[in-house]
């Protein structure tokens, strides 16, 4: 008997390797047991009387779904009066069972027993519901169905319902964990086998289907609903049947090593952007949302029909949000008739803000109207302005923003609105580090940046548009799956994106530059000597401002927390926020030079000796420089890289004598901005001259950096705009430097040529001031060595003349400068020293000073 | 036998890597670690709030090797992990009594 189901067992194997599985697979199982275990009992019960012995059985073996390693769950059930007899029958049946080497979970019970049980024991209370006689007693085992329907079932629909409920999320939070996204669980985890199970033991007890084709026959799943599920149903099993053959035992769980050999024998392909296994385990995940998706929408179901909806304890007023969506029971509804909906289609968009605004959920009957509508979504209101506002505001108002997108991309909404989404749905990637599914992770970097911005306040407030830095977070991976660098790819891809979604260039441009550096804070945070000042001012150049570098380094805090347990640690964090803290002070123009600044270069003194060297090295074999390198001072040295120092050093040497009388100006196009590199010799009003020249030839000045050698040589670095849209080629640059040569030798009067140039229209358009009142604060704190004066004022056009030409009056010795201009406000702070090389601590020479720029800024009663 | 301990800043381990592996070194044990020594820690201040960095993030190399290697390691370890800047680090060299492989139960030169 034994070797007899071993060799049937072995048959049955060999029936799947030829390619038998599925669901026929576990009907032929099932039967093989049966009549094993018929066979054995039939033997033993000869003599028996009748209506005493009963095998049933129970659970998977119950529901004839015997995967290859599953465990048996057989119970004899016995006529209390046939107590003596019953152990025979058990050693009958029992015995060949194990020794067939089958796992078999057995009881012995009378009807009473087993109600006992089912009372104790809720698993074996739901394992009754799929009860099934094997052989024996039909009388028995109809009095068992009979009295347990009738203890267990009516008037307890919804005390088995909650139980059920309590069951899924204790096994959602199990088997949602960590360990699980990698190598899902397929029997226990989200949307897996057992999610199935829970589906139709519910809608036994509460409707009396009793398989899921009554399921679907109560019209419960839409046809196309049917469809899909069911294939992912089968897709289930054959994985589950090739996964306990290939292990050979009981293992569901599908394990990193054996996701590549699976995909094989499925015969998944890959090419050279994405994996087999990749591809394989797509479709994994994909199968498993559809179960997910479709048993959660029952559940909701099942909770309004036995009215169990909305009792939960945020219980929250119906009420009508706006035209066609509403709050009822605690879940947002669409209350709109199909031919309005089609007239307004941006209310699906609206939908999901309410739901951000409320936190409520939307109504399992409204995601499948969403569903159902998502052709609405057409090009033309992708790009309808109404639908981006709703957008962007569910992204920065949600109260917790996972849930709404989630529920946006289970409904398919975010793919229908965002198509380039779609490419990285369930998109797997095969590696330790990344746990989530591209999708998922991205929907998590949007939320663990709400958590990292909260956490770290003070650098969230630098940003002004908040909602491109969320929406980054939602596409930073959007790129993944193409073959080629994903940040590259998927900038291009962000900025169409963007354009469609009507932001502007200026929006697109932050947004495209947040993807394509999403990476640059985390790769070299660890890669990088954060101690080199010249590495840490390249990173400030390709980062830009304040702004971005506050956006790429939250941005990089939710990436990488949401990436997975492996690619954040305190150690991580530690780094990237001393690469934060280092660049910072480049980007600072408000504050500029502030103590810590100063911290840092003290720091970094061995770094400049180490960069005069780099200079040494530059000009060595050259003819002898003109001024000594160790005279140049520290602050200088590491404002530059070592190739810009040297050849200031050159222009110096070669132009020694020029430079005495007159001055150099060489400009450069750096793309955004153009670099005016002006050289000559120290003398009062300097900077004022060369702010007036640069204005008279129709440029705006960003940053100034000023410096002055031991021997006198100032050697001026200025950022500037064009504001007359000529090209860099277009302007005459030997004309600039003829201006300023006149301006230095008193040949030029500025204050005069300016006022004129202003009077012609000139600039007309940037005089959107008056509004702004102008303010001017000396600091002598934030620096250790210079007076600070920070001048808040309209930005208009020979303003900058005007206040390093009051400063110059001053005898002040302007040190440097930074200019930012941010939307018609203009914050310049200078750095200063008064005629005698100190700081303006006097009160009453500071009043004096203050009276004075502010004059120049046009506000006569101060 | 002797153990190598190394404690490196974090941006040296792929050099210091490429330099053992030249070496034919076999295994090493790395960890992500956090200190001070002379390099202490710091202080920047970022917009008025201060964030104090006491303990800062290093790299821990551990290698285990006979005794005759040991110059040798740690010269190509000081070679390609030295920035010639405070904070490079440390190597200690400790005296080691067994090594057993696991598996195999060999013992000592025959473990590692």
Same mark, same amino acid.
């Given at each position: ?31 093989? *047991? ?18 005493? *012995? ?9 529901? /004839? ?174 994985? %589950? ?105 941006? *209310? ?249 600044? *100063? ?60 430079? %005495? ?102 600039? /007309? ?5 008056? /509004? ?91 | ?112």
């Amino acid at each position: 008997m034994t070797v007899h189901l071993r060799t049937e067992r072995d048959a049955l194997e060999k029936l799947w390797e030829q390619g038998l599985s599925g669901r026929s697979l576990l009907l032929h199982h099932s039967r093989l *047991v049966d009549e094993f275990i018929a066979g054995c009992f039939a033997g033993a019960a000869k003599n028996l009387p009748p209506e005493t *012995v009963a095998l049933v059985a129970l659970g998977g073996y119950g529901r /004839r779904e015997l995967f290859p390693y599953s465990d048996i769950d057989l119970m004899l059930l016995y006529h209390p009066d046939f107590r003596d007899g019953v152990k025979g029958i058990a050693d009958a049946v029992l015995y060949p069972l194990w020794d067939s080497g089958m796992e078999v979970g057995h009881g012995v019970r009378t009807v009473e027993e087993s109600l006992l049980q089912a009372g104790e024991d809720y698993f074996f209370l739901v394992s009754m519901l799929d009860a099934r006689l094997v052989a024996g007693s039909a009388g028995l085992f109809g009095n068992l169905l009979l009295r347990f329907r009738d203890e267990y079932i009516e008037g307890r629909r919804d005390v088995f319902v909650e139980k059920m409920k309590e069951h899924r999320r204790r096994r959602r939070k199990r088997y949602g964990h960590h360990s699980y996204l990698l190598e899902p669980h397929i029997k226990e985890g989200k949307g897996g086998l057992r999610d199935i199970q829970a589906m139709v033991w519910t809608a036994k007890v509460v409707f009396g289907l009793s398989a899921i084709e009554d399921i679907f026959d109560a019209g419960l799943l839409s046809p196309e609903e049917q469809k899909e599920f069911t294939a992912s149903w089968d897709m289930l099993i054959r994985l %589950r049947n090739r996964l306990h053959y290939v292990s050979r035992r009981k293992n569901d769980q599908l394990y990193l090593e054996q996701q590549v050999e699976m995909a094989e024998a499925f015969g998944y392909t890959g090419n050279d952007a994405v994996l087999a296994v990749e591809n394989f385990m797509r479709d994994v995940y994909r199968q498993l949302r559809v179960v997910a998706v479709t048993t959660d929408l029952f559940f909701d179901h099942v909770d309004e029909v036995l009215g169990l909806a909305g009792k939960g304890p945020l219980s929250v007023p119906d009420k009508e949000i706006e035209k066609g969506v509403e709050i009822r029971l605690g879940s947002i509804h669409l209350v709109l008739p199909p031919q309005q909906l089609e007239a307004r289609p941006h *209310v699906l968009m609206r939908l999901f803000l309410a739901a951000a605004r409320t936190g409520l959920p939307l109504h399992h009957r409204t995601q499948k109207v969403v569903m159902a509508n998502l052709a609405l979504i057409t090009d033309k209101i992708r790009i309808s302005p109404r639908m981006s506002k709703a957008f962007l505001a569910l992204l920065i108002e949600a109260e917790s923003i996972f849930p709404v997108l989630e529920t946006m991309l289970e409904t398919g909404m975010l793919q229908a609105y965002i198509p380039e989404f779609s490419r990285i749905v369930t998109l797997a990637q095969h590696d330790v580090y990344h746990i989530y599914t591209v999708d998922r992770h991205s929907l998590q970097t949007v939320a663990e940046l709400r958590i990292v911005a909260a956490e770290q306040d003070t650098v969230y407030r630098q940003i002004v548009l908040p909602q491109i830095l969320y929406l980054a977070a939602l596409l930073h991976d959007i790129g993944k799956g193409s073959g080629r660098d994903h940040s590259l790819e998927g900038a291009g891809i962000a900025l169409n994106v963007g354009r469609r979604l009507g932001l502007s260039s200026a929006e697109c441009d932050l947004l495209s530059f947040l993807v394509r550096y999403h990476l640059f804070i985390p790769e070299n945070a660890l890669r990088r000597d954060l101690n080199d000042a010249a590495f840490i001012q390249r990173c400030a150049e390709t980062i830009g401002d304040i702004e971005r570098l506050a956006m790429l380094y939250l941005l990089s805090i939710a990436d990488s927390r949401a990436t997975g347990p492996s690619a954040w640690s305190d150690w991580k964090a530690t780094l990237m926020q001393e690469m934060f803290l280092r660049i910072f002070p480049y980007l600072d123009f408000s504050a500029g030079q502030t103590r810590e600044q *100063v911290e840092i270069v003290r720091h970094e003194e061995q770094g400049a000796d180490w960069l005069r060297d780099q200079v040494e090295d530059l000009l060595a074999g050259e003819a002898r420089p003109l001024i000594n390198l160790a005279s140049l001072s520290s602050d200088y040295i590491l404002s530059f890289a070592p190739e810009k120092v040297a050849g200031h050093i050159r222009l110096h040497r070669d132009n020694y004598r020029l430079l %005495r009388q007159k001055s150099l100006v060489l400009a450069q196009d750096l793309g955004d901005l153009w670099e005016i590199l002006v050289l000559s010799s120290d003398r009062p009003g300097l900077l004022a001259k060369i702010c007036g020249v640069v204005t008279l030839n129709n440029l705006a000045v960003v940053k100034a950096q000023i410096f002055t050698w031991d021997d006198g040589t100032v050697v001026d670095v200025l950022d500037v705009r064009p504001v007359d849209g000529l090209r860099f080629a277009e302007k005459d640059w030997q004309a600039m430097n003829a201006d300023l040569d006149a301006a230095i030798s008193h040949r030029l009067d500025l204050g005069h040529r300016l006022l004129k140039k202003l009077a012609s229209g000139h600039g /007309r358009r940037y005089d959107r001031g008056g /509004r702004i009142s102008p303010r001017v604060i000396i600091d002598n704190d934030s620096s250790d060595v210079y007076s600070v004066v920070e001048i808040h004022s309209a930005d208009l056009p020979g303003m900058l003349y005007r206040i390093t030409q009051t400063l110059a009056d001053f005898g002040m010795n302007i040190r440097r400068a930074y200019i930012a201009t941010e939307v018609e406000r203009l914050i310049d702070v200078f750095y200063v020293l008064d005629a005698k090389g100190q700081k303006i601590i006097d009160a009453g020479f500071q009043r004096e000073v203050v009276h004075g720029l502010l004059y120049a800024l046009g506000l006569k009663e101060a | 036998m002797k153990k190598i301990e190394a404690i490196i800043k974090p941006f040296k381990l792929d050099d210091v890597k490429d330099a053992l592996n030249e070496l034919g070194l076999k295994g090493m044990t790395i960890s992500e670690v956090k200190g001070y020594g002379r390099q202490k820690g710091h202080t920047e201040i970022y917009r008025g709030a201060e964030y104090v960095v006491d303990f800062i993030p290093k790299i821990k190399i551990e290698i285990v090797l006979p005794a005759d290697q040991v110059d040798l390691v740690v010269n190509k370890i000081r070679a390609a992990a030295n920035t010639d800047k405070i904070g490079d680090g440390k190597i200690f060299v400790l005296p080691v009594e067994r090594v057993i492989r696991v598996r195999t139960g060999e013992e000592n030169r025959d473990a590692v």
